[in-house]
Structures are given as C-alpha cells and as structure tokens.
C-alpha cells in the first residue's frame, strides 16, 4: 500500500480508535444529479461523518467549492471533530475520486499525513464490511491551519504558465471537453483548454476504483509527455480531478505539484484567457 493510502483491513482494525476520523468525501458532477449528502444518509462506512465539498468552501467567489481562507477551513473541519491530534481518513464512494480532493486541501492546509481508504466505499461495500445510516456528529475539536502556497496555483501563476511554459500544465478533464468537443458541464464556459496544457484524463489514473501503482503510472505520464523532474500544476474542470491527478503524480515522484484551484470554471469563464481547441 502506498504512503497515503490505508487498507479496509486497516481501516476495520482501527474503528475502533479513540483519535481516528473517517470523512465520507463524496461528491458528483451536477449533471449526474445525484445527491451525496442523501446517499451518505442512507448508508454511510462506520463512524463516518460527511465533508461537504461545496459548503467548506470559499464562500466570497462565484466558483464552485474553492479552497476557503485558513481560518474558515481550519474553523469548519473542527466542527466535524478534526482535531490536530486526529488520524484522518477519508473515502469517497467512486473509489478514488473526490476524497483525492479533500486530501489535497488538507496539504494545503499543513497536514500531510492524512490517508485516504484504497478502493474507497465501493470496495468496503463489495466485501460485505458494516454499513450505518443517519448522521453522524462528533464533538468539535480545534484544528490548526498551516497554509502551504506551493500547493495552491492562482490564476495570475497558470497566466504566467501560459505565456513562458516554466511549468508543466496537466488537465484532467477528459479528452472531447479537452479539445471543446463536449460541452461542458457548467453553463457559460467556452470550449477547449490552455495553450501548451497537456491532456491526461483523470478516469485513466485508476482501475476499479483504486489508483494504479506506481509504474503504471510513470508509464502513463511518460506516454502523455510529462516530466516528473519538472515543475507542473494540474487543472481541471473545478478543481476536483486536478486534485487527484497530482497526487498520482506524486505517487509516481513528481515532488513539485501544484493545483490551480479555480480551473476551468473560472479560465474558460473568463473573457480575457485564450483557449485553444
């Protein structure tokens, strides 16, 4: 198992923990119309309290689930009952999808020590492990933010990218919205990506539902043209999958990775980015 991974052999042994927190990450694009908060109540993993991605979030910006300020976010996961002293996990019910999100801005936030459950909700539910239903509270703890700015890229630094290619960019949408053949999701958005991004989609990172190790993984980047010497940061539709996109490529020993939050959402909103296509 890799560094920021646990096992659900793992995770069963240790429910039973006094410092352990288990944060149900699910999350799923609008046009999938399904509710995670709804699915979480109906049958969540053991102790498991929900991290809702699109209320810890920045709530000044018209973007969907950015990063909130180190206060709110340090403010907010206390109130879950993450602690400094806490061990976290986290899960998602694609498997590995958003809990990659939630583990990037834990990163960003000073704590890199935050494991995610290989194979996530689907395989704990395939091995017939406990599943409970309803909410889940647990008394506030306080929580200590250390914001790490490499972690984070702005849209100033992806413009600079753009103009002199000092860094790698990698975008994890997939292919047809990469080049602007499919519309996407959110309304308003053109079509295409940025000049001299590269296009890795993010469903290519994994296989049911676990990350692909990590050979197979250098292998996919070195297919696609990526340099893990070099500096990269990763984009996306709204800063999902770029989360999960670098931590694979950190698992495969990328070291300098950052993500642009804002990603798509708010490069092809705008009037004065170029897109290519």
């Given at each position: 198992m890799t560094a920021e991974?646990?096992?659900t052999?793992?995770?069963?042994?240790?429910?039973?923990d006094?410092?352990?927190?288990?944060?149900?990450c699910?999350w799923?694009l609008p046009?999938?119309?399904?509710?995670?908060?709804?699915?979480?109540?109906?049958?969540?993993?053991?102790?498991?309290?929900?991290?809702?991605?699109d209320?810890?979030?920045?709530?000044?910006?018209?973007?969907?689930?950015m990063?909130?300020?180190?206060?709110?976010?340090?403010r907010?996961v206390?109130d879950?009952?993450?602690?400094?002293?806490?061990?976290?996990?986290?899960?998602?019910?694609?498997g590995?999808g958003?809990?990659?999100?939630?583990?990037?801005?834990?990163?960003?936030?000073?704590?890199?020590?935050?494991?995610?459950?290989?194979?996530?909700g689907?395989?704990?539910?395939?091995?017939?492990?406990?599943?409970?239903?309803?909410?889940?509270?647990?008394?506030?703890?306080?929580f200590?933010?250390?914001?790490?700015?490499?972690?984070?890229?702005?849209?100033?630094?992806?413009?600079?990218?753009?103009?002199?290619?000092h860094?790698q960019?990698?975008?994890a949408?997939p292919?047809?919205?990469?080049?602007?053949?499919?519309?996407?999701?959110?309304?308003?958005?053109r079509?295409?990506h940025?000049?001299g991004?590269i296009?890795?989609p993010?469903?290519?990172?994994?296989?049911?539902?676990?990350?692909?190790s990590?050979?197979?993984?250098?292998t996919?980047?070195?297919?696609?043209?990526i340099?893990?010497?070099?500096?990269?940061?990763t984009?996306?539709?709204s800063?999902?999958?770029?989360?999960?996109?670098?931590?694979?490529?950190?698992?495969?020993?990328?070291?300098?990775?950052?993500v642009?939050d804002?990603?798509?959402?708010?490069?092809?909103?705008?009037?004065?980015t170029?897109?290519?296509?």
């Amino acid at each position: 198992m890799t560094a920021e991974f646990v096992s659900t052999d793992w995770l069963a042994a240790h429910l039973g923990d006094p410092d352990l927190i288990v944060l149900d990450c699910s999350w799923w694009l609008p046009t999938l119309n399904r509710d995670a908060r709804q699915e979480y109540l109906d049958g969540h993993l053991p102790s498991a309290v929900f991290f809702d991605i699109d209320a810890i979030a920045d709530t000044h910006t018209d973007l969907p689930h950015m990063l909130p300020s180190p206060a709110d976010f340090a403010r907010l996961v206390g109130d879950l009952g993450v602690g400094d002293d806490s061990t976290i996990v986290l899960y998602d019910e694609a498997g590995f999808g958003s809990a990659a999100r939630v583990s990037w801005e834990f990163r960003a936030m000073g704590r890199t020590d935050v494991k995610l459950l290989a194979g996530g909700g689907p395989k704990w539910r395939a091995e017939n492990r406990p599943i409970e239903a309803g909410e889940v509270s647990k008394a506030p703890k306080t929580f200590t933010a250390r914001p790490v700015a490499a972690e984070l890229a702005t849209l100033a630094e992806v413009q600079t990218i753009v103009s002199d290619r000092h860094r790698q960019l990698i975008d994890a949408r997939p292919a047809a919205r990469f080049r602007g053949e499919a519309p996407e999701p959110r309304a308003g958005l053109r079509g295409g990506h940025m000049p001299g991004a590269i296009g890795l989609p993010a469903t290519e990172l994994s296989s049911n539902g676990l990350l692909k190790s990590a050979a197979e993984l250098k292998t996919l980047f070195e297919a696609a043209g990526i340099d893990l010497h070099r500096p990269i940061v990763t984009t996306c539709g709204s800063g999902i999958t770029a989360a999960a996109l670098a931590l694979a490529l950190r698992q495969a020993g990328a070291e300098d990775v950052a993500v642009y939050d804002g990603s798509w959402a708010e490069w092809g909103g705008r009037s004065d980015t170029p897109v290519i296509t």
